[in-house]
């Protein structure tokens, strides 16, 4: 399967702390995108990372790809209340769609 | 919020029930999908739709059924279904179905079977 495996599973940490999490999958992407999902929610695009980059930011968010490890990560800097929601990433292969994984669980307590 | 609405957006039905779930998107896109997701589960791609033809069946039971009369609507039709098909359902659009594509989803439908 190509879908995304994202670690931990569940993360917990506290307002101002960084939140890191990665994703890794199994064979050759065009991209990779990171969505985020609100309780009960559907899912919100983040950010999209191509092959052939290795670091993306946006605002408080950086992206990592490493395409020889098939593995990305997902930063989030000072991390606010807001930002609780669980993380996906979504491989994307150059013959088809997003492959979503069964993403992390980010709790950040005040 | 994301120019995708679902409705409803909470659902209860027997086992021997027909029901359909709407999904509408205000984006203008011409690719639509809609999205099985169970809890601690990966999301899983049902159909995928394409300027209102159906460009991926990911080998779903026929008792869910899909229909795209326009661009705009997608509607994914319910029968006999069976409790473990209980789950959150969500549809999604994109502008088209290439790689670099990125996808706006609704809200979901919180399916409960009994």
């Known amino acids: 399967s190509q879908q995304g495996e994202e670690d931990p599973q569940a993360l917990s940490i506290q307002e101002g702390e960084n939140a890191t999490m990665n994703c890794s999958y199994k064979t050759s992407i065009n991209n990779l995108q990171w969505y985020r999902q609100n309780s009960g929610r559907g899912l919100v695009h983040l950010i999209l990372i191509r092959s052939n980059e290795r670091e993306k930011h946006s605002g408080r968010l950086r992206v990592t790809l490493d395409t020889s490890k098939k593995s990305s990560s997902l930063l989030i800097t000072a991390s606010r209340a807001a930002d609780t929601a669980s993380y996906f990433c979504a491989p994307v292969p150059s013959w088809g769609k997003l492959q979503f994984g069964a993403g992390t669980q980010v709790v950040v307590t005040p | 919020e994301t120019g995708v609405t679902q409705t409803p957006r909470h659902l209860v039905m027997g086992m021997t029930n027909k029901k359909s779930l709407k999904c509408e998107q205000h984006?203008?896109?011409?690719?639509m999908y809609w999205y099985k997701q169970s809890a601690k589960k990966p999301l899983e791609l049902m159909f995928v739709y394409s300027l209102e033809e159906r460009v991926e069946n990911n080998s779903v039971p026929s008792r869910f059924s899909p229909e795209c009369p326009n661009s705009s609507h997608l509607f994914l039709h319910l029968h006999t279904l069976q409790p473990e098909d209980s789950a959150l359902y969500l549809c999604a659009s994109s502008q088209g179905t290439g790689i670099q594509e990125t996808q706006y989803f609704g809200p979901g439908t919180r399916l409960l079977v009994l």
């Open positions: 984006l203008g896109h011409n690719a």
